[in-house]
């Protein structure tokens, strides 16, 4: 049996540093010299097909995140399963700078966006087990908005695939349909039957 809340230590530790990494490749040439105020501003502006990502990255890992602290469970000790799918997870976790540098260089091609979207889905489907396998979990709202927060990662992450094959640079634009997680939260609960 193994520590849920050295497992939890263990996530914050690393959600943490991977979201800090994914800055480090959102930069201007160390050989860049501006002349001028306008050539500093055209440089930064230039910045933004590594600067879509990052933010995408970021609100990705946000959202697990929060997702993760807000499932809850009774359970003071895991079992080796539940153990080895949460160091899966966290290694998906590990892995998103690098996607996301990948597709920040390269988001006018197709296999850049499989990367980082197959990574994005992957990261949701382990997401997902990782709930039905959770000792002791507290049934309520926290479950249904993860089980929601990952079926729209895997929609956009599907449809950012999808949409590669006509054009690359507007399938990493679905991804930001993330973002909207907070308003089909109120939407769903507008909608659920009153009891």
């Not at 995140?65 to 469970?73: A, C």
Request: net charge positive; glycine share 6%; charged share 15%.
């Amino acid at each position: 049996m193994f520590s849920k809340a050295r497992l939890d230590t263990l996530s914050d530790g690393i959600f943490a540093v991977a979201m800090t990494l994914l800055i480090l490749d959102v930069r201007l040439p160390d050989d860049f010299h501006p002349g001028d105020a306008g050539e500093l501003l055209r440089s930064l502006a230039g910045l933004w097909p590594k600067f879509l990502p990052y933010v995408l990255s970021f609100g990705v890992l946000g959202l697990r995140w929060l997702s993760n602290v807000e499932l809850r469970s009774r359970a003071e000790f895991v079992n080796r399963e539940y153990a080895n799918w949460w160091l899966f997870y966290l290694l998906l976790i590990t892995c998103v700078p690098f996607t996301t540098m990948v597709v920040g260089r390269y988001a006018h091609l197709a296999p850049a966006i499989w990367l980082y979207a197959g990574h994005t889905l992957l990261i949701a489907v382990v997401g997902l087990r990782l709930v039905a396998i959770t000792p002791h979990l507290e049934q309520g709202d926290h479950v249904r908005h993860r089980q929601l927060s990952a079926m729209l990662l895997i929609g956009t992450s599907l449809l950012a695939i999808a949409l590669s094959f006509v054009n690359s640079r507007l399938a990493l634009w679905s991804l930001v349909l993330n973002f909207a997680l907070p308003l089909i939260r109120k939407w769903s609960r507008r909608t659920e039957p009153q009891g």
